[in-house]
Structures are given as structure tokens and as C-alpha cells.
């Protein structure tokens, strides 16, 4: 009776909405897309459990010229992590396993490097195991068809990043690991479980693993830019990306989702709310991230949010629980920084979490800022040198991260902005926080300085 209860309440009409609201959103899009070369995006806002906002921009695939609409789909990277997170928490309520089990207690051919990681590390990052996508290796890899064990020996091989537990570094291999970890216990390949479970009691019908020999209508061919020049995404061969980011979807589907989120159907509220709260961090503040969930607080209001992006294709999900208000942002370009956008059009509709100006402060040490200012700029190159970094850091920020850094932030359009808004001093270390425009995208940076000029942290932020 609960699911077709809820299965009532998911049927998401096309509700009637302001239309100063409706241009405010044209205005954004458009103006990003000419920004950033984008070739189409698809657009949708949650209000109350219904959508108030639905469009598609631009070209699906350039060569044909197809137009872009709601129900164009796209792939959607690494939103792929909350469904497989859930899935996991799923597990967690029937009692089939507990956040703080080893892994190995129920994956018992796992590599040696996952000795000692719990579930819950993997499900925030805090695992310490070798991302795989870091590797240099990988991108040598990319074409070859693997398996999620595959995968996990791979990693394996590769040094980890730090003891588990002991910090927080975003990680594909975990999201793997996991893939695999419901696919043992439910008896039943990923994508399937991933129909029974979520897509299928939602009706999210044009949502699955990506499959590119599947006939898909309606389906966005997948874009890069390179110098500037728009070109075919290269091919991946999607085994690699698996449950951290292989799934496709349309931002109708993700809407239905948006809405399941505010029932028990899929996993209960008090489920929802672990999976939300900020990971804590032996001596260091609390991270903005839960299990597959970022969760920043902006201007004092807590947005649940988190970005997708491979190769081709970039994506968004923010939500203000508080407000009931949610923006879903699909693109076909790999750099089209579906994150920053999808801020600005929350902030059309919840006027809170607009970002305010930045506010310079004195700037005592100018010469640590033109450092860092020429260090974020080789980043965006892809030519930041380990040498730069501390030798823990640079265990993080790999030569892949780089490069994709390049492909990502970088192809957005040069380094506009680099203004001082914070600075503070902690065990030898300083913390400053800048206020950055790359191309069009607002961000917030903050960048962690040892003494002797040795970058030890990175964060780049949309505002």
C-alpha cells in the first residue's frame, strides 16, 4: 500500500509558474551556454512535489541538429553515487549490514588494501584506499572492457591515499566497491537491483545504466572543448565507471527522484538524514559532505547537492530541503559547469542562498597571493608540478586529477578573478580563501599553505 501511495504523489504535473521566473531562468542558461560553449542543457525546478520549470536548450547532438528538450537524456557522471548510496542504505535497513562492518566481512576476495575500511568509510570518503581514476594508468585504460572486481584489483595495486578514516578524499574506487557490495547481497546484477529498487517503484523510465549500444531515442550525443574547439567526447567503455557514475538519465526523471526523497518509498527520512550530515574529521573541522551528498550551508540556509560529471557530459542536483525547492541542470559538454548554473537558479527561486559580493580583506602578504594565484593558473593548465605540493597532497592531487582538472575547470576560459577574502593561521599552516571567477563560473577557493611554500589542500567551490 506505501508504494502505490507514493507512487500517486510521484505523477509530477506540469504546475503553472511565474513568468518573470521562467526569463530569469532563459537568461541564465543562455548567457552560460554562450560562456561556456555549451551545446544544449536541460532544466528542471521542483517546488512543493511538483515541477514549476521544465526546458531544454540548444542542440542534443550537434550533427544532426537535434534540439535539446526535458526528456532529453543525458548521462549523469557521479549523481550515479546518491542511487547507489541509497541502495546501500537500503541493506543498512534491512538489516543486512551495519555502517561500521569491514567491507571484507562481505566482500571476502577484496585486495589486501581494504583491510580495515568499514562501509561507512566508503560511503563518505574517508576509506583512504587508491582512487583508480586517479591513476595515470586509467586514462591508458579507458577503452578496455573491466569488471567491478577488476576494477578493485586494479586499486589495489595502487598506494593509498592515507590510514582509513584518517581524512577525506573524494573517491570512485569506494562508489565500486559498493556497486559490488549490492550486487553480491542482493543476488542480482547492479542494474537490475537498481530497477527493482529505485527506477522501476518511481517510474523513472528513461533512467539506467548507459548502455552505447543500446537504441536510446532522445538520447544527447556527449561533448568536450579543446583550445576552444567543440568536439565528440572519446569514447569510454562505461564498465569503468560502473556505480560511482555510469547511469544516464532526463531531468523529469530526476525530478520524480527529487520528490521520492521526501517519502519513505526508496529509504526512510531518518535514513536520509544520516546520509546528510557533514563527516567528521579527526582534528580538523567537519567536511560539507555526507554519503554522496554534499551538504554546505549557504547564507544559514543547508543545500543537499552534488554534481555529475564524464566524459561529454556534466550535471546537477541541488536541493533546499527547508524550502522544498530543488534545480536539476543536465549538459552534453564535460566543462559545462552545470553546478555553477544550477546555483544561480536556485538563487532565482530561493533568494537566500544567492552568493553575496565578495568583500576583499587587507592583503598582507601579496606575494603568497600571486604564488597561489600562479599555482591555481598551472592547475587550470594542467601543468601544477608535484614539487608544489606537499608530499601528502600531491598523493591526492595526482597527475589525472590535474589533467582532468584541465578538462574540466580549465576549459571553462581563463583565471578572472583572485581576490583575498579570508586568511588564517593554524599549526604552521596557512589557510587562505579567495574569491575566484573562472570564465563564467563563480567559485570560492581556499588553499592551505605550508611555511616553506608547499600547498598542502585545494578547494575550488561553486558559490
Known sequence: MRSLFALAALMLPLASHAQASEADVDRLVLSHAEKTGTPSFSVAVVQDGRVVFAKGYGLANVETKTSADEATIYRIGSLTKQFTAALVMSLVERGKIALDDPVTKHLKELPKAFEGITIRQLLNHTSGVASYTGSPEFGKRLRESTTPMGILQFAGTLKPDFKPGAAWNYNNTGYVTLGLLVEQLEGKPFSKVLEQRITGPISMSSTRMSDPRRITPKRAAGYTSEKGELTNAAYVNLDWPYA??????????????????????????????????????????????????????VNGVQIVEHDGAIDGFNGYIGRIPSKRTSVIVLANLDSGDAESLGRQILGTYVPEVKPKAAVAIEDRDPALTAFLKGKLEALLKGELKSEDLTPEFAKILTPQLIQDTKTTLGALGALEQFLLIDSKEASGTTVRTYSVRIGPADLTGTFSVTKDRKISGIVLRAK
Open 244 to 297: 560511482a557514475g555510469a547511469m544516464e538519465s532526463t531531468v523529469l526523471d530526476l525530478a520524480k527522484w527529487d520528490v521520492a526523497l521526501y517519502t519513505d518509498l526508496i529509504v526512510k527520512q531518518a535514513t536520509l538524514q544520516e546520509m546528510w550530515k557533514p563527516t567528521p574529521l579527526p582534528g580538523k573541522p567537519p567536511m560539507p559532505y555526507g554519503f554522496a551528498w554534499a551538504v554546505p550551508t
